[in-house]
């Protein structure tokens, strides 16, 4: 029982467009939500993150929302650029401070 | 970049060996942890450390050993690999528990014959 849902295993989006992806959990307890960003062969790497007491975090290009009564949350990249083309994936907190992960969106930025 | 680094990167063995991954870091994080990465299962929690002698056991640690004799060093075991084992491992690290900046090292794609 995938705790963590990513259900989209790709997403095709035009450059400069906004690309966004997506996130559902299950479990209210979460208490941090987290994106990681991973090239092929490469660690994942840290993009952002948002506390469960807010609804939105910004950086850069890059913004999450958090949409707690759907137990939802959303990574929206603008304007979207081909390096950006990679696998997010969402990971969320649990009480026992683990990541709970998603298992992934693969993102292809057409130029 | 963070300092770790995962040895082997690449690793054939066949069913019932033993195998041994290296982490290794130097930046002096007092976290550290293992992950598999699944097709469909993004990454899940094998072990991890909160120091050395001290760790735990992750959400799927059944057939995985760890030990951590050195600060710097985190080895995960597989006492008898399965081909059920076939992931790719990833090692990171982290100053606080479970925070934000967890760093990765770059995988060990590790296939059970």
């Known amino acids: 029982d995938q705790q963590v849902k990513q259900n989209s295993p790709s997403l095709s989006v035009q450059e400069g467009r906004i690309s966004i992806l997506n996130c559902d959990y299950t479990?209210?307890?979460?208490?941090?939500f987290l994106w990681y960003k991973k090239y092929p062969a490469e660690g994942p790497t840290f993009l952002i993150s948002?506390?469960?007491i807010k609804d939105k975090n910004e950086d850069g290009r890059f913004t999450v929302f958090l949409n707690k009564s759907a137990k939802h949350l959303s990574l929206h990249i603008v304007p979207s650029q081909p390096g950006d083309s990679a696998v997010y994936f969402c990971?969320?907190?649990?009480?026992?401070?683990?990541?709970?992960w998603g298992a992934g969106t693969k993102l292809i930025i057409k130029p | 970049d963070a300092g770790i680094t995962q040895s082997p990167r690449h690793k054939v063995t066949e069913t019932g060996t033993p195998v041994t991954l290296r982490c290794h870091q130097t930046?002096?994080?007092?976290?550290m942890y293992w992950y598999r990465q699944d097709p469909g299962h993004g990454l899940r929690l094998i072990h991890y450390?909160?120091?050395?002698?001290?760790?735990d056991k992750g959400e799927v640690s059944d057939g995985y050993s760890v030990s951590r004799s050195k600060t710097e060093d985190f080895l995960l075991t597989l006492e008898s690999a399965t081909s059920s084992q076939t992931s790719v491992y990833f090692c990171?690290?982290?100053?606080?528990?479970?925070?934000?900046?967890?760093?990765f090292g770059q995988g060990t794609r590790l296939t059970v014959v």
């Open positions: 990971a969320s907190r649990d009480s026992n401070y683990q990541l709970i």
């Open positions: 479990n209210s307890m979460f208490d941090y």
């Open positions: 948002i506390s469960s």
């Open positions: 930046e002096n994080h007092r976290y």
């Open positions: 450390s909160y120091g050395v002698k001290d760790t």
């Open positions: 990171a690290i982290s100053a606080v528990r479970m925070n934000t900046e967890a760093f």
